[in-house]
């Protein structure tokens, strides 16, 4: 139950109480652009842009009664306030103790006790424990004031601060929906085809949006409602990218159709891009994974030991793989830290980089495959899709994950590049160690002589199974080269069990609500079987031969992030972008046919009777 992510709200109130560092206080002159761009994509929802500012004020109220600064202040029972307070111990426990909730709670749990703590500055907060104190069952938020009761929480919403439903507690008026809702619009906008309303594309955009459904009861603190929302878009997702994993390279008789020109689309990337670093800048708040980024990085140009011993307010921040700090090492290094939870300006500049680089590769990926109208209808997808921005706006390390994986279908036609990118994904958060066989097989089973054996500069034939030994030889060496180098900062102070308890042995033990595992009981023998399914998936899709395009390489790609997703105890809205990217390249670009040949096109008469564009806007 220790997930890092439950101190988050902690810490936020934390920070909202400390004055904003030199750095955020300069950018803050950018304010005016986001208050230009925010009241563009306002202006649909024009009508409740004025409730959401009162609610904002309410934000920061909420947090700061259940989630303030500093440990609660244990205070003995007694009839007689505190100094400065209006209310004693006892008061509170009885409006506490008088609450249906929580004696349903007591009577579940006998022998239980409460306590009166603190709550600077002006509440209190009221504690059940079980039997022996091993399990806090109930928690309760007195204002001081008035006596009245702000919150009240049983079941895993006590130790689950993040399962409360806080406003902006991730992304902060991302959620918004005079922010979101334009998003949306925006997503599925240039795609529609109103003279095929019925295209498939058209659903699957949709299915990409239908994760904002669970989102909203998750912000509402609905997990019941939340978590079992997140599984019918993954499970279709899945389902279409395991068909485009094994279509042909001729997919689609029908062009991609643009609703606006491709030149549009490359203004609305620069606006987005611009819109979306500016409410970063101004607007977002750094949740404990990029925190955790800095410490490690830190540590590690420091020479310190990379994984223990971290900060008691992110004591777990060293959950994820070496990759994963040493990205964060330029950013530590060009903008520093204070050693607190503060602004942490290295977490902002590091999340934008990330997601810079994401909208890059992807542009490069369409042009490669489809021309560079595809490259520009990918990176608009990227940069208008809003779990994108949701997680750039947490400032979360989750887009870090993407990189690589994109930059391993750029180099495709590289054993050596896709093996050592392999490597670097799967040490950032270790989901992407389950691609190294699918990407170990990319162009394996085509033919490397055209139907007949190479022949080497003496004349003498190499056979197909030479080859390709040769290809995979060269994959895993570099696979296993990158993985040690990139681990050399972690093995100089850590053993490779501490590493291993601190990472995949903590994850795998931590229960978490976020996922139908968690959340109800007695499907722990489902949830092996979904676990194992989803290694034999990757094994299959690495095994059979499949085409050689990147589309199919990305279908079959992000088929088995999303495999190995639906099996997992936590689950979050953060994981989506690890197969966003992937998702988009199958979807957009199996709608078209692929740019001819090199080789087709040496001759002048082949390059002057090209064949029109295959994406196009008409």
């Not at 670093?277 to 977002?284: E, H, M, R």
């Amino acid at each position: 139950m220790g997930d890092p992510r439950r101190r988050c709200a902690r810490a936020r109130a934390l920070r909202a109480r400390r004055p904003l560092s030199r750095f955020t206080l300069g950018l803050m002159r950018c304010r005016p652009v986001v208050i230009v761009c925010a009241a563009l994509c306002a202006l649909p929802a024009a009508a409740s842009a004025a409730p959401r500012t009162q609610g904002s004020a309410a934000v920061r109220a909420s947090s700061g009664q259940s989630t303030s600064a500093g440990a609660p202040i244990p205070v003995p029972a007694s009839n007689v306030p505190p100094a400065g307070r209006r209310l004693s111990a006892n008061a509170v426990l009885a409006i506490a103790g008088a609450l249906p909730k929580m004696r349903a709670v007591r009577a579940k749990y006998k022998g239980s006790y409460g306590g009166a703590y603190l709550k600077p500055p002006i509440h209190w907060q009221v504690s059940y424990f079980s039997r022996g104190g091993k399990k806090e069952i109930g928690q309760v938020i007195i204002d001081d004031l008035s006596g009245r009761v702000l919150e009240q929480w049983t079941g895993f919403q006590v130790a689950w601060s993040m399962a409360r439903g806080y406003p902006g507690a991730f992304a902060r008026h991302v959620n918004a929906l005079y922010v979101w809702l334009p998003l949306c619009v925006l997503f599925v906008l240039p795609f529609i085809d109103f003279r095929r309303p019925f295209s498939l594309l058209h659903l699957d955009l949709l299915a990409l949006l239908s994760f904002s459904i669970s989102l909203a009861f998750f912000n509402h603190g609905r997990i019941h409602a939340s978590v079992p929302l997140t599984y019918p878009p993954l499970l279709y997702l899945l389902a279409r990218m395991l068909a485009l994993s094994r279509a042909g390279p001729r997919r689609s008789s029908r062009p991609l159709r643009l609703l606006v020109p491709p030149s549009w689309l490359a203004f609305a990337v620069v606006f987005l891009l611009g819109f979306r670093i500016a409410l970063n800048v101004v607007d977002s708040n750094v949740i404990d994974v990029g925190y955790a980024g800095v410490i490690g990085a830190q540590r590690i140009v420091q020479g310190k030991p990379l994984y223990g011993s971290y900060p008691s307010d992110n004591e777990h921040g060293d959950t994820y793989g070496p990759v994963n700090y040493e990205a964060y090492v330029p950013f530590q290094q060009l903008l520093g830290w204070s050693g607190r939870w503060d602004d942490l300006p290295a977490a902002h500049a590091a999340a934008i980089a990330f997601d810079l680089l994401a909208v890059g590769l992807l542009f490069m990926l369409g042009r490669r495959v489809r021309g560079p109208t595809l490259g520009i209808a990918l990176a608009y997808a990227w940069v208008s899709y809003p779990f994108t921005l949701f997680a750039l706006d947490s400032n979360a390390n989750d887009t870090l994950v993407a990189v690589p994986v994109l930059a391993a279908l750029l180099a495709a036609r590289s054993a050596p590049a896709r093996g050592a990118l392999a490597a670097l994904a799967g040490l950032t958060k270790f989901a992407p160690l389950a691609l190294a066989p699918l990407l170990a097989t990319h162009r394996l089973w085509e033919d490397p002589g055209g139907g007949r054996s190479l022949a080497r500069g003496g004349g003498r034939a190499i056979p197909p199974w030479h080859a390709r030994t040769r290809r995979l030889a060269l994959f895993f060496g570099a696979f296993a080269l990158a993985g040690a180098v990139a681990s050399v900062p972690a093995l100089r102070h850590d053993s490779l069990h501490t590493i291993y308890q601190r990472t995949l042995a903590y994850q795998s033990d931590r229960g978490s609500p976020f996922s139908v595992w968690g959340l109800y009981e007695g499907l722990g023998g489902l949830q092996l079987a979904v676990q194992i399914a989803a290694v034999v998936l990757a094994l299959v899709l690495a095994l059979i031969p499949r085409p050689r395009d990147l589309v199919a390489l990305a279908a079959a790609c992000a088929a088995v992030i999303i495999a190995v997703q639906l099996g997992v105890e936590h689950w979050f809205y953060l994981y989506i972008p690890w197969f966003a990217g992937l998702a988009l390249l199958a979807l957009l670009g199996s709608l078209s046919s692929p740019p001819p040949r090199r080789m087709d096109a040496a001759s002048g008469p082949a390059r002057s009777n090209r064949p029109a564009v295959a994406v196009s806007s008409g």
